[in-house]
């Protein structure tokens, strides 16, 4: 068995049992300097901005962890980006949940 091989099936394997467990692994794919600026924009949006704070204690009481409300919040701050630059809006918070 060739070493390329042996990669592809220890990879296989990976996903399989990753699958099975269901203890998905966040996606390292993209800008990770990227990545990291969301994340801390979110993570400073749950503290200082009361629209994402109350997302992130509204997914907190669904019985999330933290990471995964943190993700979320991650989430709804590129979706709102994405919604102002194509809308070429302003941010409005009563509009925005």
Do not use: E
Not at 4 to 33: A, F
Not at 59 to 84: D, E, N, T
């Amino acid at each position: 068995m060739g070493k390329r091989q042996r990669i592809k099936d220890s990879l296989t394997l990976t996903l399989t049992v990753s699958k099975i467990w269901g203890h998905p692994k966040l996606s390292k794919r993209g800008n990770k300097h990227l990545r990291r600026v969301i994340w801390l924009m979110a993570h400073k949006g749950v503290r200082f901005n009361s629209v994402f704070k109350n997302y992130f204690k509204r997914r907190l009481s669904q019985g999330l962890p933290f990471k995964k409300a943190i993700f979320a919040v991650v989430h709804k701050l590129v979706r709102v980006i994405y919604a102002l630059l194509t809308k070429r809006v302003l941010f409005n918070p009563n509009h925005c949940l």
